[in-house]
């Protein structure tokens, strides 16, 4: 009974010390997984450059987009539109930047699934084509459209064009 016993607890305490190895890196990566998805829930704000805009979203897509009072009395509603499309553009850079520096890490140190099964799709490379890099932003919008009203010697436009809208 002994010749048995001692290579079975030798082994029992090889499976045992790897299992404990297995659960301590387990538990390692789900808490950085855990903080990883804090980090990319986080709300991100932005605002645009002419400070007409502030946008404020996560990597799931923007939460709000907060236009200034001033911004009507201040701009055209051309430039308006191209500060929010700048504002959300850099709103994306932003999150998906954090994703990156969030995910980056824990898809490093686990195995691809075509590490453990041969001939299987690579993860790694499936997760790069889900998440691209963000578009370049946008160059400025400028209205060719030629005015269907001609408003130069209109008293009336130019005294919205001088007021505020908002009271």
């Known amino acids: 009974m002994d010749d048995w016993s001692a290579p ?23 808490s950085a ?3 990883a998805q804090s980090q990319a829930t986080a709300l991100v704000s932005v605002w645009s450059a002419d400070g007409l805009v502030r946008v404020s979203g996560t990597i799931a897509g923007v939460s709000e987009v907060h236009i200034t009072a001033d911004a009507f009395k201040r701009t055209t509603p051309e430039s308006l539109g191209a500060s929010v499309t700048e504002a959300i553009a850099e709103l994306s850079r932003q999150t998906s930047q954090i994703q990156q520096q969030a995910v980056g890490p824990l898809s490093a140190s686990m195995p691809d699934l075509s590490d453990l099964i041969p001939g299987a799709p690579s993860m790694k490379d499936m997760i790069a084509q889900l998440t691209p890099p963000p578009p370049p932003l946008p160059e400025p919008v400028v209205d060719a459209a030629p005015s269907l009203v001609d ?4 008293e009336e436009g130019d005294y919205f064009r001088n007021r505020s809208y908002l009271r």
Request: proline share 0%; no cysteine; aromatic share 4%.
């Open 8 to 30: 079975t607890r030798a082994e029992n305490n090889a499976l045992r010390a790897q299992i404990d190895s297995m659960l301590d890196t387990f538990n390692a990566e789900k």
């Open 33 to 35: 997984l855990l903080d």
């Open 151 to 154: 408003d130069s010697d209109d």
